[in-house]
């Protein structure tokens, strides 16, 4: 009996010790399906991807180029025409045109002569027969320019450029390949 009572002591203290053993992690194991299923999957996919992006994407992306290049190539030779256009052969001018400053009060003067250059005689004809609203557009231009900006040397483009679009709004029939400044005295 003896023997019977201490193998279920022992038994309890197997059991006892079991309970209170801390229990052991699963050792990681692959499973044989990941593979047979999971990478050829995966290498399918790849290579969706690729033929996605080499034939979609970047044939949008050749063709917004080409189509670009296509643009500045058009550009270049408009440029060439333009070049062909002899500068300086037909100059219109404008002489001695004296206006007050926008906030100076009658107190300062600008005196300008202006030169406009254009294309051909027949413009130049155009030109003569409308000097009135020629002078009232620069007069109006200059006159509205404060002092600050009349003296200021990187702003004669600015007003160059205003006079040139506001003359062809008002004379659509001509082209303006530049606009001369060939007096302009500040007092």
Do not use: W
């Amino acid at each position: 009996m003896e023997t019977e009572k201490e193998k279920e002591k022992e038994n309890k203290e197997v059991v006892e010790n079991k309970e209170t053993e801390i229990p052991k992690k699963k050792s990681f194991s692959i499973n044989p399906k990941i593979f047979i299923i999971g990478l050829p999957l995966f290498i399918v996919q790849l290579v969706a991807v690729y033929f996605i992006t080499a034939n979609i994407l970047l044939s949008k992306v050749h063709g917004s180029s080409t189509n670009v290049t296509e643009q500045t190539n058009a550009e270049k030779k408009e440029n060439k025409k333009e070049q062909q256009v002899e500068l300086g052969k037909f100059i219109f001018s404008i002489e001695d045109i004296i206006v007050n400053p926008a906030g100076t009060e009658g107190k300062r003067l600008l005196l300008a002569s202006i030169g406009l250059d254009i294309t051909s005689e027949e413009e130049q004809q155009i030109l003569k027969s409308k000097e009135i609203l020629i002078k009232d557009v620069i007069i109006s231009s200059l006159s509205s320019k404060s002092m600050e900006q009349l003296s200021n040397n990187a702003y004669k483009d600015t007003l160059k450029n205003e006079i040139a679009s506001r003359l062809t709004n008002s004379i659509p029939n001509i082209k303006l390949n530049s606009v001369y400044l060939s007096k302009f005295i500040i007092q």
